[in-house]
């Protein structure tokens, strides 16, 4: 029972972990930009089943190793996640009850959110327009949604289930 428990703690650091390699895996320059935010999607997968257990605090901590790792804008990252968790938590009561394919929907709006404050700041910081493929990854991260949420989902299921024994 307490090695049950004990993997149940795992699964949140894992699956964030796991995000954070996908975020910096390098990729060939066709795949950037069909790359779904996986950090976001975690992040989002967390918020929803979690409530509050990720605090804005700590995504801003998680966003900040993320803006160590990729080598870009310090507090990119933190701050965009921060954004994300904030919206997750005000409509995790109008998300979380919907069927999957309904969740990507919304998990699609909070994705194409995040971009644009990403293009607020590549604005900000003088980089002109990105190109229209630019929107292709919150597209992805909706379609690669209903996988992410049930993988995890069964991961969960799976640890409590061995907690119950």
């Known amino acids: 029972m307490i090695?049950?428990?004990?993997?149940?703690?795992?699964?949140?650091?894992?699956?964030?972990?796991?995000?954070?390699?996908?975020a910096i895996a390098p990729l060939?320059?066709?795949?950037?930009w069909l790359w779904p935010n996986w950090p976001a999607?975690?992040?989002?997968?967390?918020?929803?089943?979690?409530?509050?257990?990720?605090?804005?605090?700590?995504?801003?901590?998680?966003g900040l190793t993320l803006d160590l790792l990729r080598g870009g804008?310090?507090?990119?990252?933190?701050?965009?996640?921060?954004i994300l968790a904030f919206l997750i938590g005000q409509f995790r009561h109008r998300i979380r009850f919907h069927e999957t394919l309904t969740q990507a929907l919304?998990?699609?709006a909070l994705l194409?959110?995040?971009?644009?404050?990403?293009?607020?700041?590549?604005?900000?910081?003088?980089?002109?327009w990105p190109p229209a493929?630019?929107?292709?990854?919150?597209?992805?991260?909706?379609?690669?949604?209903p996988w992410v949420f049930l993988v995890l989902d069964r991961w969960r299921d799976r640890s409590r289930a061995r907690t119950a024994r």
């Not at 090695?3 to 996908?22: D, F, N, Y």
């Not at 992040?43 to 089943?49: A, H, M, P, S």
């Not at 493929?133 to 949604?145: N, Q």
């Open 3 to 22: 090695r049950a428990a004990h993997h149940e703690r795992w699964i949140l650091p894992v699956s964030l972990g796991a995000a954070w390699l996908l």
């Open 28 to 32: 060939p320059p066709a795949a950037v």
């Open 41 to 62: 999607l975690v992040v989002t997968y967390w918020g929803l089943e979690t409530g509050r257990l990720l605090g804005l605090r700590l995504v801003f901590g998680l």
């Open 73 to 82: 804008l310090l507090g990119q990252h933190a701050l965009r996640l921060t």
């Open 106 to 108: 919304a998990v699609l």
């Open 112 to 128: 194409l959110n995040d971009r644009f404050i990403e293009l607020l700041i590549l604005l900000a910081r003088g980089r002109g």
């Open 133 to 145: 493929a630019f929107w292709l990854a919150p597209l992805a991260g909706a379609l690669v949604w």
